[in-house]
């Protein structure tokens, strides 16, 4: 029997991963897709339970997840074991690094919040000479956004702004609170915009219940969970890779297998750990670096108003567009919601007149979160730790990065404006604060294996291939060269969508 | 009865939360006596019970976090234990008795931190860090009680507390 190669060997079931197997098999080409966490059915393996009945009281096991802050004890789970996982730091500089291993990725818990990146992205040195651009611009990604928003169900309303083009939109009748109203039109006044939110519909809405479906409809698709890779291998007659190396993640039995074409879609840390582990595409030697993700500030500012009634908002960008002088490069978004009663720890009360409290402040509280950008730089970066291996014996990352001047002046900047817009507003201010989280916590880190026309300064080219290694794909956000303040996942499944089509192009041709 | 049919019963059998069931009670082991007695004022202090509302006594809090920060990391333990010594030598310095015997307008006095405003820098004093994060653990430990729950969803014919729960993986 001759041995079989698949066309494409797709390693991760995310964001990613999943669009390039439904583009791909619905060409008819054979793919194999490897994800390193097991298969589950919503149905079959989730229960409705109430929290008293769990062990920690919803606490959740105390030290289970020191760096999954979004982890609770319903869907501990769900997320990728720590202790089986681990990675280093220096503990000057904390990463919070939140992993999923499941199929679907981190697709199962995304926000769903679904904005497009603008030029102001894409070709951010031109504004403002720092860093580099990307390869692309946004022409060039405009229709792969046009066919995601629709497959992913994105509601919102067109705008009009240049910093936040407009998609294809399901429609939003949503309407605004009071006070929702009011912080909208004293935003207006000082010529802050606000929008709709653009999101994703439904609570499931995943790779899992999106992509994967259309794509094993084909028969074309091949999924095996359970899939822990090691090593992407190569032919070295060729210099082209010609399969992967990985371990079962039950039996920790060592596999093999062959393809025409490796696409690494395993999450932006875990592609480059892969990369460096496999030590390839590294020519440049900027593997690893450029490491980056949006800072928030959860809560920057947490508010009561006088009536209840509860709708969400979005800032966009809105400072450095136009060649004003702000003491940071760039800018940052907010996330507003009126409605929901505000956390007991802002109350400086106790007792019976706590809880009377809370009932006279029920559906009245304003909160608004800052997520700004992060300036990518070459020493933030992520490395191979020989001392830490995983329990399957990968070698796993130390991760050295920091945020700087920039992203604290930025943060204050935004603690500011939106305190006085609460205060015009009429709303009574609890609290404001500058304090980010880690980096790491938004999960939306980027860069790391970022695109560029020169193949001494990027790993990737405008299509989502290594320079290097032509046969070799990288689609996950670790190609980011800039990230803005927009949430990233429909940009990673729309340059996913286009470097797919590329890919296909070239198997056609016989290129690939 | 055949093996078969036995385990096919067994599966049948309801299984039981120990400690919904009468004459099951928790024992607390982690803290000291004393601590454990000002934890106790302190819960009760924090989430009282009011008309028909449970409280954190009823919800069996004190118990659940001597359960809870027993198991919890060294930091988190050290915040405990140190925080209710602190609370007991402040009810010693000021009147004379430890907290658990204060009455509720000594036991304010001694509860200051609780009335100033909550910020996100971390306070250095470890008597106010204590209190904010015990306030926040009695209070979700409370309304996360079978006792609070039950009497919540009654009241408001929701299902208070009920969550999607990921099974474990094999």
């Keep these: 029997m001759p041995a079989t190669t698949y066309d494409v060997l797709i390693i991760g079931s995310g964001a990613s991963g999943g669009m390039v197997a439904r583009t791909l098999t619905m060409k008819g080409i054979k793919c194999l897709m490897l994800d390193a966490g097991p298969a589950f059915d919503f149905e079959r393996d989730r229960t409705l339970r109430p929290v008293y009945e769990l062990p920690y009281r919803g606490f959740g096991k105390p030290g289970r997840f020191p760096h999954v802050t979004q982890a609770n004890e319903f869907t501990a789970a769900l997320w990728a074991d720590e202790k089986q996982n681990p990675y280093s730091y220096d503990p000057k500089d904390p990463y919070y690094w939140v992993r999923i291993r499941r199929i679907g990725g981190k697709t199962l818990v995304w926000g769903r919040a679904s904005w497009r990146l603008s030029d102001y992205e894409f070709k951010a040195k031109d504004h403002d000479g720092f860093g580099d651009n990307w390869p692309i611009s946004y022409k060039d990604l405009a229709p792969y956004y046009d066919q995601c928003e629709p497959l992913l169900h994105v509601s919102g309303r067109k705008e009009g702004l240049p910093q936040l083009p407009d998609g294809v939109f399901l429609d939003d009748p949503s309407t605004d609170s ?74 920790k039995r060592e596999m093999h297998v062959k393809a025409r074409i490796v696409v690494v879609g395993a999450s932006c840390l875990e592609s480059t750990r892969l990369l460096l582990n496999s030590g390839l595409a590294n020519s440049s030697g900027v593997l690893g670096h450029y490491l980056f993700d949006q800072f928030y500030v959860k809560n920057t500012v947490q508010a009561v108003t006088s009536e209840t009634g509860g709708s969400t908002g979005y800032i966009p960008r ?157 689609v996950d956000g670790s190609s980011f060269v800039t990230g803005g303040s927009q949430n990233p996942t429909l940009t990673i499944t729309a340059l996913a969508m286009r470097a797919s089509e590329y890919m296909a192009e070239q198997m056609r041709k016989g290129d690939l | 009865m055949k093996r078969r049919s036995f385990v096919g019963a067994l599966a049948a059998i309801p299984a039981a939360t120990a400690l919904a069931q009468p004459g099951i009670e928790a024992v607390p082991h982690y803290f000291s006596a004393t601590q454990l007695s000002a934890l106790r004022k302190l819960s009760d202090l924090i989430v009282p019970a009011v008309g028909d509302t449970p409280g954190a006594l009823d919800a069996g809090v004190p118990e659940f976090l001597d359960f809870l920060i027993g198991e919890s990391p060294a930091d988190r333990q050290r915040l405990y234990r140190d925080g209710l010594n602190a609370l007991n030598a402040a009810a010693q310095r000021k009147h004379g008795k430890p907290f658990a015997d204060l009455t509720a307008a000594e036991a304010d006095g001694v509860l200051t931190p609780l009335h100033e405003r909550w910020t996100y820098a971390e306070p250095h004093d470890v008597l106010a860090a204590f209190l904010h994060a015990a306030k926040a653990d009695i209070l979700t430990g409370t309304v996360n009680s079978r006792e609070w729950t039950s009497v919540v969803s009654q009241r408001s014919r929701s299902a208070a507390g009920t969550g999607i729960y990921w099974n474990p993986i094999e």
């Design chain 1, 318 to 474: 809105f400072t450095n567009l136009n060649g004003e002088k702000k003491n940071y490069l760039r800018g940052y978004a907010v996330d507003f919601g009126s409605g929901g009663t505000p956390d007991p720890k802002y109350f400086p009360l106790y007792g019976e007149e706590l809880q009377k409290a809370l009932n006279t402040h029920r559906g009245r509280g304003f909160s608004a979160t800052t997520m700004g950008s992060v300036l990518p730089r070459y020493e933030n970066h992520v490395a191979i730790d020989k001392n830490v291996v995983d329990a399957w014996g990968v070698p796993s990352l130390h991760i050295q990065t920091r945020y700087t001047d920039n992203e604290f002046n930025m943060a204050k900047d935004a603690m500011n404006t939106l305190a006085e817009l609460c205060q015009a507003s009429g709303f009574e201010l609890l609290e404001k604060h500058d304090k980010m989280v880690p980096p790491g916590e938004s999960i939306h880190e980027l860069g790391t294996c970022r695109m560029g026309d020169n193949p001494k300064a990027s790993v990737l080219n405008q299509w989502n291939q290594t320079h290097d290694v032509k046969n070799l794909f990288v």
């Design chain 1, 178 to 251: 009071p006070s929702g109203a009011r912080f909208i039109a004293e935003a207006k006044k000082r010529g802050i915009p606000t929008t709709k939110q653009r999101r994703a519909q439904g609570t499931l809405a995943s790779s899992m219940n999106l992509l994967l479906p259309d794509a094993t409809a084909t028969g074309n698709l091949t999924i095996v969970p359970n899939s822990v890779v090691r090593e992407i291998t190569v032919d070295k007659k060729t210099g082209l890779v010609n399969g992967v190396s990985f371990v079962d993640r039950r039996s």
